[in-house]
């Protein structure tokens, strides 16, 4: 009987400056596998069984599941394509907390879609299966972006381009940066974080915005990176979400103080991540974020880097 898995690591969206086209993906230092898992294997009718420390906060019913949501779009895509399919048994590992910032939904959606195709014998190319991805994503989140998708598939830090191919281009990382990483334990809905954002942003905002981005991208092609973490700033989301997260100035004047290079919002929250220039700096502001941050027994920290590898397939 044909069967294999696929992990799909954390992510962080935005990375501060990047509001929906800039994502990282995450990989805990301590060896802890931060992310979901997709078994596949063959049946006589589809299921979906849901395991893992997350599972009872997910939709009770098979059907609302965005892992089914993905099987059905990707056996329509088949049909499209005239290849066939056949019934699977798929069991999700969901490890990531729902609302969480950490790319929770894109990381099942991402595990889903690398499972199908893998086990399918890879009938879709990158960029394909990407834009499906991208289109999961924002049926559960209300707009397209693939700011948590393409790191958590292709792994390392990924700008995306608005094209279709190549959908999205891999940054140079920074081997010497961790990111102390904190999940409050709270839920944040992605739909209402983006519902709480202005419409249409003022002339110095975008002009701000553009200018970052642009310092960003080449000072990390440049190797330079203190000059790429000080433009690490979010002009587009964080005045506007910061609201929705209790200890949120603290723990950003902590890092700060700490020497932190750059402090922000995971995606839509309510996680926290601080970039650190040491390993030590970076368990440091873990500790406090996990002694002050930390709502409920929900909630964690980790200390990462941005691992060059996305989704895993394994037997
Ligand atoms: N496998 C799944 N993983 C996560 N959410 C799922 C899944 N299946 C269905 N859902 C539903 O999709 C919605 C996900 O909401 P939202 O986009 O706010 O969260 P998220 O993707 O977990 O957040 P984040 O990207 O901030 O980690 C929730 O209503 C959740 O119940
Ligand atoms: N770029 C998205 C990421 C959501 O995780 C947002 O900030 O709304």
């Excluded at 700033?233 to 004047?253: N, Q």
Aim: charged letters at 15%; aromatic letters at 8%.
């Amino acid at each position: 009987m044909k069967a294999l898995k696929a992990f799909a690591p954390a992510s962080i969206g935005n990375v501060s400056l990047g509001f929906d086209v800039l994502g990282a993906a995450l990989a805990p230092v301590d060896g802890t596998k931060l992310g979901d898992e997709v078994e596949i294997t063959s049946a006589e009718s589809f299921s979906l069984e849901t395991v893992g420390r997350f599972a009872h906060k997910l939709p009770g019913d098979t059907d609302s599941n965005i892992v089914t949501k993905c099987y059905h779009y990707f056996c329509e895509q088949m049909e499209k394509a005239g290849k066939p399919t056949s019934p699977v048994a798929l069991t999700l590992h969901k490890n990531l907390p729902i609302g969480s910032g950490l790319g929770s939904s894109a990381s099942s959606i991402v595990a889903a879609f690398a499972a199908l195709n893998a086990y399918f014998d890879t009938p879709f190319d990158q960029d394909t299966l990407l834009i499906m991805m991208g289109e999961l994503e924002g049926q559960i989140s209300g707009s397209v972006h693939y700011d948590n998708v393409a790191p958590c598939y292709l792994g390392g830090m990924t700008l995306m381009t608005g094209s279709e191919a190549p959908v999205t281009l891999s940054l140079p990382l920074n081997d010497d940066w961790y990111y102390a990483i904190c999940y409050s334990g709270i839920s944040v809905s992605t739909a209402a974080a983006r519902d709480i954002l202005p419409k249409q942003v003022d002339m110095a905002t975008a002009l701000t915005f553009g200018r970052q981005l642009g310092v960003f991208v080449h000072a990390l092609h440049a190797g330079n990176f203190d000059l790429a973490a000080s433009v690490m700033k979010d002009v587009i989301a964080e005045p506007y979400r910061k609201s929705l997260l209790p200890g949120f100035d603290e723990a950003r004047a902590f890092s700060e103080e700490t020497g932190a290079l750059a402090f922000g919002i995971s995606g839509s929250g309510p996680t926290v991540f601080a970039v650190c220039s040491s390993k030590a700096q970076a368990e440091k502001v873990a500790a406090y974020l996990t002694e002050n941050y930390i709502q409920n027994e929900d909630g964690f920290s980790h200390v990462c880097q941005i691992p060059s590898q996305g989704t895993l397939i394994s037997e």
